[in-house]
């Protein structure tokens, strides 16, 4: 003989209901910050490019308005880049943060760890072009 089981309680539907709610979100943050990733990814190498076809221009004798165009042109989208990423991953921290209380988030989840590694390399290619420049 088989006993029907026991409906869940209002508390544990609730419950349920929170915890789906907030892995939605935390999926979420992390499209979000993998939106960030590629957006400075698009920056920071399209700027990167620019610069170095603007140099190639240069030293081929064409005309730029300015001598340090190369420099400023691929600075102002590199730093744009690096700086999309820093802001895109504040965001991503701040939403972790709203979620504790709700659910545990482990630290090393892909997107962050992208999104870090995207930083470290804006920030290093900002500088590589800045001690060209100097």
Known sequence: MTTAATPPT?????????D???MRTLMAADRTLM???RTALSLE?????IYKVLQAFQQEGRALPRDRTPANVGLF???MGTLAMVMGTMEYLQTRKSLQPFQEVRLARPSFLM???MSLVGVL????IIAKVL
């Open 10 to 18: 209002t508390n544990q539907l609730a419950q349920e209901r929170t």
């Open 20 to 22: 789906l709610g907030a």
């Open 125 to 128: 290619l900002f500088f590589d």
């Open 45 to 49: 190498s399209f700027g990167f490019t």
């Open 115 to 117: 999104a870090l590694v």
């Open 77 to 79: 989208l590199t730093a």
């Open 35 to 37: 939106a960030w990733v």
